[in-house]
């Protein structure tokens, strides 16, 4: 099982580069509450992203499709804790990136959904 976590991890580091490379502050990484977990809280212009990482060998179905509705509400509850412990104006978006692997010889490829739902 290990081995899961390390790519889920490696999968998380890898959009954390590709996001700062693109302009975004980190502000925190696997954030916790009670039973909610945020992967990535980034803010960029104003707007603060709660971002969501699926890491893949391959693809049979896209990565993105396993944000399941359960997950999003879970997600939903975090960002509200999130802002009772952070006050803030910005408006929020939702957002997944997925890093998906096709082989050990190519760059990942990183599909980075800005606004990928609104609850």
Known sequence: ??????FGKWGEDVSVSYLT????EILARNWRHAHQEIDIIAQRDGTLYFVEVKTRHGEEWKAEDAITAKKKALMWRAMMAWKLQHP???PVRYSAIAVVVHSPVEAPEIRW???????
């Open 1 to 6: 099982m290990a081995h899961h976590n390390d």
């Open 21 to 24: 490379e693109n302009g975004y």
């Open 88 to 90: 803030s104006p910005m």
């Open 113 to 119: 959904h800005e606004n990928l739902w609104e609850l």
